[in-house]
């Protein structure tokens, strides 16, 4: 089956630079994403990485180790605002056709 | 970006009554939608896909018969909650892609709290 790995919680303060890690489990793996989801709100799309490597996108980065089945969302300089939940997920099947969640992991950001 | 749009936003039901869910693209043609359930604290968890004109491919443990898929046009997908009860309130979100494959993007709905008296 398909399986991810990510912290529950993390805090930082503002200002500050924090990684949030993912590990995976699948088979037919064709990338991994990261999702932003608010208090009461639907998740925001916030990376891809189908290749291994760093994607910069401002203040978000995010990594992919295919051989390590590890990815992570790196956030620079912190606001108040990124306090959120963290999804990564997986795209996987035939195609890429299906995209499995974490359990997703709480960022709070404190002053 | 692209829009995805849900209705209603809320809903409050009476047990054993059924509950429809829209998820319209707005600006794109989406031939494949997913409908994701997201109980307070927890994952998004993926219930079905569903491709234009075709029967919705339902993901192990969600009953098809409970929870019935239409994806009747490019743009619209239905998700009716059929015989609601109280454990099926939840918020329920639907993505579209425009071909569900490879790194194409997921685009998101607002999403749909369901409570069910």
């Known amino acids: 089956g398909q399986s991810l790995e990510q912290p529950s919680e993390v805090t930082a303060v503002e200002g500050a630079i924090v990684q949030i890690n993912c590990t995976y489990q699948t088979s037919g793996f064709y990338g991994l994403s990261w999702y932003q989801q608010h208090d009461g709100g639907a998740p925001t799309f916030l990376s891809y990485?189908?290749l291994d490597g760093l994607e910069e996108t401002g203040r978000f980065s995010s990594f992919l180790s295919r051989s390590d089945s590890y990815g992570y969302l790196l956030l620079q300089e912190l606001q108040m605002k990124d306090s959120a939940s963290y999804f990564c997920a997986v795209r996987w099947g035939a195609g890429g056709f299906k995209t499995i969640f974490g359990a997703g992991t709480r960022l709070f950001v404190k002053a | 970006g692209a829009v995805v749009s849900q209705h209603p936003s809320r809903v409050i039901c009476k047990s054993g009554t059924s509950v429809k869910i829209e998820c319209r693209s707005l600006?794109?043609?989406?031939?494949?939608m997913f409908w994701y359930r997201q109980f307070p604290k927890q994952s998004l968890m993926l219930m079905a896909t569903?491709?234009?004109?075709?029967?919705?491919?339902?993901e192990q443990g969600v009953e098809k018969d409970k929870f019935l898929i239409n994806h009747a046009s490019l743009t619209l997908s239905t998700l009716t909650v059929t015989s609601a009860h109280p454990e099926d309130s939840s918020f329920y979100i639907c993505?579209?892609?425009?071909?569900?494959?490879?790194?194409?993007?997921?685009?998101f709905g607002p999403g749909t709290r369901l409570t069910v008296l």
């Open positions: 990485n189908a």
């Open positions: 569903s491709n234009e004109g075709s029967k919705a491919t339902y």
């Open positions: 993505s579209a892609t425009t071909s569900g494959g490879g790194t194409d993007t997921q685009y």
């Open positions: 600006d794109f043609q989406a031939t494949t």
